[in-house]
């Protein structure tokens, strides 16, 4: 268990090309994290605080988000997104035209 507050800079946390697989961000604030071209995989970010994050390029396979606040987040090229639109907060969120179909796919909508 890390205390975070006093890890942290004032710059924001910066993953890039790395694994980040069964991690768990479970209710953490980590507005403007850095987590492009990653493997994210199985990871919990339930209950955090990801605003203006950035998940550019990432695979998402198998991560939890329930509860999460993604304002702003960029999601740009990431891949197996599975994000409840109607249980997270993602008001000017960013997905690529084919993460974004997907998105409507888990509320069981039909594309055609």
Not at 41 to 58: V, Y
Request: hydrophobic letters at 40%; proline letters at 1%.
């Amino acid at each position: 268990m890390a205390n975070w507050e006093s890890l942290l800079s004032i710059e924001p946390l910066q993953f890039r090309d790395c694994l980040l697989g069964d991690s768990n961000f479970f209710g953490l604030t980590l507005n403007k994290v850095v987590m492009s071209e990653c493997r994210i995989t199985e990871a919990d970010f339930r209950n955090a605080k990801l605003e203006k994050s950035d998940f550019r390029g990432s695979d998402l396979k198998g991560t939890l988000f329930g509860n999460t606040h993604l304002e702003y987040a960029n999601f740009t090229d990431a891949s197996n997104t599975t994000i409840d639109l109607r249980t997270n907060h993602l008001k000017g969120a960013i997905f690529s035209r084919f993460e974004a179909l997907s998105l409507l796919e888990l509320m069981g909508i039909v594309l055609v």
